[in-house]
């Protein structure tokens, strides 16, 4: 069974501090990894995506990956209050002719004012 | 850009009547989905459409119909739907690309969808 399990949260941290988002995945054939954020009432948005071991960088958030651990992670450094809302950790697989993306159950993230 | 479009915003329908939902992107992107979407929890896959044709069905009730007209247009046809259906349905487009580990999905804002 495919399965993508994020720590269950919710989250909350202070302004100006460091956020860890974690998720564990079970399918060696998950390739690539993204992190969505979701806004109450609001659609995914694509934060961050990754497909190679180590640690991607953008802005104020850091992916990475471990293949052999079969574990991701996002950190958003200076966590500000609009960085509140539901982290989404999705891994992505090919069935065939179509691309498939597994969803974690989501964390919730508070950034205390 | 990156803009997937969908409409309506907001559905009410009963469960005797038909309705469809539109989803629409201008990026050349050749695979298209549609996800269901409860209350806390993550995007479900109900469909996914690669080049127009229907890839994956993913044990959908037959009250949902997709259709994909072209490459930039999908609709999501609705019929006899029961109150438990009501939810947030999103769609989302991407490239398709034959290097799996790049092809990024990007969701559209979603129809809030209640039946009575």
């Known amino acids: 069974q495919k399965e993508v399990e994020q720590n269950s949260g919710p989250l909350s941290v202070p302004e100006g501090a460091i956020a860890s988002l974690n998720c564990t995945y079970s399918?060696?054939?998950?390739?690539?990894f993204f992190w969505y954020r979701q806004y109450s009432g609001k659609s995914p948005e694509l934060i961050m995506s990754i497909y190679s071991n180590g640690d991607k960088e953008d802005g104020r958030f850091t992916a990475q990956l471990n293949k052999a651990s079969q574990y991701v992670s996002l950190l958003i450094r200076d966590s500000q209050p609009s960085d509140s809302a539901t982290y989404l950790c999705?891994?992505?697989?090919?069935?065939?002719?179509?691309?498939?993306?597994?969803f974690g159950s989501g964390t919730q993230l508070t950034v205390l004012p | 850009d990156t803009e997937v479009t969908q409409t309506p915003k907001h559905l009410v329908m009963g469960m005797t009547n038909k309705k469809s939902l539109k989803c629409e992107q201008h990026?050349?992107?050749?695979?298209m989905y549609w996800y269901k979407q409860k209350a806390k929890k993550p995007p479900e896959l109900m469909f996914v459409?690669?080049?127009?044709?229907?890839?994956i069905n993913e044990s959908v009730p037959s009250r949902f119909s997709p259709e994909c007209p072209n490459s930039s247009l999908l609709n999501l046809h609705l019929h006899a739907l029961q109150p438990e259906d009501s939810a947030l349905y999103l769609c989302a487009s991407s490239q398709d690309k034959r290097d799996v580990y790049t092809d990024t999905q990007y969701f559209g804002p979603g129809t809030r969808l209640t039946v009575l």
């Open positions: 399918d060696r054939g998950s390739q690539s």
């Open positions: 990026m050349g992107h050749r695979a």
């Open positions: 999705a891994g992505g697989i090919s069935s065939g002719s179509a691309r498939q993306l597994t």
């Open positions: 459409y690669s080049y127009e044709k229907l890839s």
